[in-house]
């Protein structure tokens, strides 16, 4: 196979040079990074002289397994495939290191120092937790808004105190109308960005005449936005656009139309100048753009009096004509010149030539505040013990030290590293690139240590983390502070078919920018080279669907190709990829309707199930017993069910004149003593009130999340679950209550509210892998046969509202200029130009993402790519589409595309169809049934201090034990939680040292348990032995394995029956590729010293055999499909599968 940048890869291998290497989507870049980590192993004494970094857990966990799967692959044959045999051979080099220095790292992959930024930060905070100012390690915090708000709390507290930001924080409300919500949404907003504009406040804090310095970069802009208009206009037109404009400002000085053309009267007609760059040239610009662009920012097509040309009458009439025409041709001759329609536009969003007094007065009152609200937000972590991750990211660089004062820690990693390796390099921040000056302090040229970068620039999509693609343009042209970077570009692709290479070439090539520019973030394209062969048929279609609003044509053609795909290449996979989930609104009902499975990734927000729903409800009755809409809820939810016309009753009976404003559990006492309701109602209400009275006068005697619980279990609430599905749901819910300890801990149900929005509802555990929905950016570096991209005429979501903007822009003379503008207003809702010039810079940015954004879902597809998009007819021209809105995926590529869209219109009505409107019925409710029951235990032990959160058969559920060895049932436990928590961090990332590192934590389990000192150490041992010898078992890393797409341990499962509601806790519940489910149980049992292996099987099979029937039985009524049950012998690593069941 001919490789057409077969000598850049093999350059990318020398261990001895720093690369940053482009690597464009299906290039290969994961195998050459792990040739490269081959390389470096073969070559240093310890394997820890190697640091790999990327950005999430997913990836560290595939590096690792590549890794790990090479050296594997390398005690076999050398293979036949020329790019695996380079591998091989690669990894035999490992292998005889491996054996010099005895590393063992097969046995201990932890040695491979594979880390997220994130992970890496951290450990380097635990390491020198004085320098980092933590002290003890507190936790990290995914969502820190509410440590946020709280810090803003505080700063706004000392608004009437004697400190020296007081009268600042004053200016900061005065301009904002007083409004504490809104400063306080501001200033939470402004927190969790504090790594990008820390640094750029203190360098502007440093300046002496930094307002100067602001006012001088934004006369700049200026300058330099006249000079491209001058540039890039013709001579010859240029004398044309001044005669026309003071024509027109001449005619507009005569009649009563007000126009800025009206500034072009003094234009300098005899030399036939364009204006200059001064504040009365960038008037009479501001005129030119108003004759030549509409308010829209389109070209003119129409010239009329308000513009300055008038119809003229009689003999005038030919010479106004006249005139109107040559503006007409003018206009046609400029919008072929390439950039003129944005550089004019540009015109529009030009900053003021100074830092006004109010602007001014605002930034120095910002430069004071937001320095004394990190300080207050420093407080807050440290009360909570909290922090978010851009903390334990300063924090890191804190340890690290400084250049010239580097901390012990610096110099220790130094010392230890040799080589840095970094994927997904295009998606750095400021501050990671910052991270890696400080690893990288003290290399030199000559000192053998290397950094290789991977990345691509046209890939980078994730502004709004904090990524900046400039910094991957800057490390090419400049390489980073300390290391200089050999630039590398990889050309080959080895995913797609070559039509989609050659349409993404061509479509691209001209939506992407022609030059790259680290300010604006604009990525020139870099086109690919096709390994694969063209297949027959389309590569790509566009479909195009006219006036098809409710997406409902887009959605039934969708389902089509998905089926057609189906039909053509079953074992196919195929992805849905969309931007947001809106664009499936249509799709997800055309797929039930279909009875089509297929796997949602993280499309559906967790308070947005109907279990989570009800489970808000019930939590917010509980906490609130004057929150009327929550009690409604409560009482509608399927557990109780009651109908509108009682929750009507209800809600209006009014109770005693003592309470003038009753509670609705009150109102339901009345109604209930007073029998105004239905018998059906009163059996319901009579069932639940006792449930929730005693709920809430026991509130705080139990944690929240077993309360809550409790209170559900109680009410029917696991009866009502539908599905495996909806139960997982719950049980997130339920984890979720575990951050607050008792229901005084949770500060308010907006937090509570707030938590659950951030979190995602769980797959369907019966769906089809073959067929997947998730956002474009959940896609990236996965790869599908066919990929369906629809909703591409639908708007962004570009909003700038933050109280401070700024931009590092690079002048013509490539200097570093600092622009920055708070939220100010001129009058009324029109924000200051300089603010309004910053939300530009921004959305051109976001625009330049936008295109990428598309790139990368086009970018997926191996063998056919479809694009989908609803759109209308022009008006003005039938037959012509209407342009996609500016922001639109589609409008990025739409002028290569636009003339092969085959619309699809929609079907004529039928005339003589009739509807009649006819009255709703109250809509049917999932409800129980009246005569169901609660068990016992909960009913009776609703609020006791520690019942197990479900109804286990402790007979079924707990660890085997014998009299003779009553240690035993600890050492069980101890090993179902070291494997459950094996499985959930990755059975790759354990080995034997592993296990027997944590011999002191196994010690202090087993006392906490109540095992004698004297049997201790043994029962210690047994658990360690147990542990090894299932990461010694193929099978046993098999059934541990997290790879499967649905897998849990200690699964929860809930099942009403006849006899009441059952409830089982699974130790590992797991299904394959191929769509079996597999229930396992563990057993920690050893035979007896008589007794033979085959004969302890069969008696273990005889007394499990009826509890792993209960266990398939209730999976399938769960909706799972092909169940096999199996019982798996740690102590003995025996696999024993019950075909019976």
């Known amino acids: 196979m001919n490789i057409p940048d077969a000598q850049q890869r093999l350059e990318a291998l020398n261990p001895n040079s720093s690369f940053i290497c482009e690597a464009p989507a299906g290039s290969g870049k994961t195998e050459l990074l792990t040739q490269r980590f081959l390389v470096l192993l073969a070559r240093v004494k310890r394997p820890e002289e190697i640091l790999a970094i990327t950005f999430t857990r997913k990836a560290t966990g595939e590096m690792r397994e590549r890794l790990l799967q090479s050296l594997q692959m390398a005690q076999l044959q050398e293979p036949e495939e020329s790019h695996r045999r380079l591998t091989w051979k690669l990894a035999r080099d490992v292998l005889e290191a491996d054996s010099i220095h005895n590393w063992q790292l097969l046995q201990n992959p932890n040695r491979l120092q594979i880390k997220t930024f994130d992970s890496l930060c951290t450990s380097l905070t635990r390491q020198l937790p004085m320098e980092s100012s933590f002290g003890s390690q507190p936790q990290i915090c995914d969502d820190a808004n509410e440590l946020y708000r709280s810090a803003v709390h505080a700063l706004l507290a000392t608004l009437e105190d004697d400190c020296h930001w007081a009268e600042a924080l004053a200016v900061v409300l005065q301009l904002l109308d007083n409004r504490f919500n809104r400063v306080e949404a501001l200033l939470v907003q402004l927190l969790s960005k504090r790594e990008q504009w820390l640094p750029l406040i203190g360098r502007a804090q440093m300046a ?62 005899d030399n036939q100048a364009l204006p200059d760059a001064s504040p009365e040239g960038v008037a009479k610009w501001l005129g030119l753009l108003e004759m030549l662009k509409t308010q829209k920012g389109e070209w003119r097509k129409n010239v009329t009096v308000t513009l300055g040309f008038p119809s003229g009458k009689g003999a005038d009439k030919k010479a106004c004509d006249a005139r109107k025409a040559q503006l007409k041709d003018l206009v046609t001759q400029l919008r072929e010149i390439p950039g003129l329609d944005d550089a004019l536009n540009d015109l529009k969003t030009l900053p003021t030539f100074e830092v006004d007094a109010q602007q001014w007065q605002l930034l120095q009152a910002l430069f004071t505040v937001l320095p004394v609200l990190t300080a207050q937000l420093t407080l807050v972590f440290a009360e909570k013990n909290q922090v978010d991750f851009t903390e334990i990211s300063l924090a890191a660089r804190r340890a690290l030290g400084s250049a010239d004062e580097p901390s012990q820690l610096s110099l220790k990693m130094d010392y230890r590293l040799s080589h840095i390796l970094v994927d997904e390099f295009q998606d750095t921040s400021a501050g990671q690139i910052e991270l890696l000056n400080q690893l990288t302090a003290g290399w030199q040229p000559d000192d053998q240590r290397t950094l290789f970068c991977v990345g691509d620039a046209m890939q980078s999509i994730y502004a709004f983390r904090g990524a900046n693609v400039g910094l991957f343009l800057s490390a090419r042209e400049q390489g980073l502070e300390n290391v200089d970077l050999q630039s590398l570009r990889l050309t080959a692709n080895f995913r797609s078919q070559a039509g989609i290479v050659t349409w993404v070439n061509h479509t691209f090539a001209r939506a992407f920018p022609e030059k790259s520019n680290i300010s604006h973030g604009a ?396 009255s709703a019925p109250e809509p049917e409710i999932q409800r129980l049934v009246t005569a169901w029951q609660s068990p016992a235990i909960l009913r009776e032990n609703l609020l006791a201090d520690a019942i197990p959160p479900y109804d286990y058969d402790e007979s079924l559920n707990r660890p085997d034990w014998t009299p003779q060895d009553p240690t035993a049932r600890y050492s069980g436990t101890l090993v179902h939680r070291y494997l459950q928590h094996i499985t959930e961090q990755g059975v790759q990332n354990w080995d034997s040292a592993r296990v027997l590192a944590q011999i002191d934590q196994i010690h202090a389990a087993l006392r906490e348990m109540g095992v004698p000192r004297g049997r201790l150490s043994g029962t210690a041992e ?108 740690p102590a003995i690593t025996e696999w024993l599968e019950l075909t019976e069941v």
Not at 600 to 621: H, I
Not at 757 to 773: H, K, N, S
């Open 208 to 269: 002496d005449t930094i307002r100067e310095k602001f006012s001088e970069h934004f006369t700049t802009v200026i300058r330099e936005t006249i000079a491209q208009l001058q540039q890039l206009i013709p001579t010859k037109l240029q004398s044309e656009i001044i005669s026309l404009a003071g024509y027109a400002a001449h005619n507009l000085q005569t009649s009563e139309k007000t126009s800025v053309i009206s500034h072009c009267l003094n234009i300098d007609v």
């Open 523 to 918: 990525v020139s394209y870099s086109a690919s080279d096709s390994i694969n062969p063209d297949l027959p048929g389309d590569a790509v279609t566009i479909h195009g669907f006219i006036d098809d609003n409710d997406g409902e044509r887009e959605a039934a053609a969708m389902v089509n190709i998905i089926r057609a795909c189906q039909t053509e290449n079953p074992e196919g996979t195929i992805a849905v990829l969309v931007r947001s989930r809106n664009a499936l609104s249509a799709l997800l009902p055309a797929l039930q309707n279909e009875g089509m499975q297929f796997r949602a990734v993280d499309l559906q927000p967790l308070g947005e199930t109907a279990v989570v729903q009800d489970l808000l409800s019930l939590s917010r009755a509980l906490l609130h017993p004057a929150d009327r809409v929550a009690w409604l809820s409560l009482l509608r939810a399927p557990w109780c069910g009651l109908l509108l016309q009682d929750l009507e009753i209800i809600a209006n009976q009014s109770c005693s004149t003592q309470e003038q404003y009753p509670t609705l559990l009150q109102q339901c006492q009345r109604a209930l003593e007073l029998k105004m309701l239905g018998d059906d109602a009163l059996l319901r209400l009579n069932k639940i009130l006792p449930v929730l009275q005693t709920a809430l006068a026991e509130q705080l005697r139990k944690p929240l999340r077993d309360w809550v619980e409790g209170v559900w279990l109680a009410l029917g609430g696991g009866a009502c679950v539908a599905n495996a599905e909806a139960l997982e749901n719950a049980h997130r819910f339920f984890e979720l209550l575990e951050t607050w300890e008792y229901a005084c801990d949770l500060p308010s149900f907006r937090v509570l509210h707030n938590a659950v929005a951030g979190l995602f509802a769980a797959p369907d555990p019966q769906a089809d892998d073959r067929l997947q929905l998730m956002t474009i950016h959940k896609s990236k570096g996965l790869q599908f046969d066919t990929v369906i991209v629809p909703g591409l005429a639908r708007r962004g979501n570009n909003r700038y509202d933050d109280l401070l903007l700024w931009h590092e822009r690079v002048n013509h003379h490539g200097e570093a200029q600092l622009l920055m503008s708070p939220l100010t207003q001129v009058s009324g809702s029109e924000r200051h130009p300089n603010y309004q010039y910053l939300v530009a810079e921004s959305g051109k940015k976001a625009v330049l993402e936008t295109c990428r954004l598309l790139y990368v879902a086009c970018t997926r597809a191996r063998q056919r790519l479809h694009l989908c998009f609803t759109t209308s007819e022009n008006s003005k021209n039938p037959g012509e589409l209407r342009a996609p809105a500016a922001g639109s995926l589609l409008s990025s590529i739409w002028a290569s595309v636009a003339l092969h869209v085959q619309p699809d219109k929609p079907p004529q009505a039928d005339e003589n169809h009739q509807t009649s409107a006819l």
């Open 1022 to 1129: 047994n658990v360690v032995q147990q542990l090894c010898r299932v990461l010694e078992d193929e099978r046993g890393q098999t059934l541990l394995g997290n790879h499967y797409p649905f897998q849990r341990c200690e699964y929860p499962v809930s099942i009403a029956t006849p006899e009441g509601l059952q409830h089982w806790v699974m130790d590992r519940v797991f299904t394959t590729q191929q769509g079996i489910t597999w229930v396992v149980d563990y057993k920690t049992g050893l035979p007896d010293p008589d007794q033979n292996t085959a004969a302890f099987l069969a008696q273990q099979r005889a007394v499990y055999l009826p509890k792993m029937k209960s266990y398939r039985t209730a999976l399938l009524q769960l909706g799972f499909e092909q169940v096999r049950a199996a019982l798996y012998f």
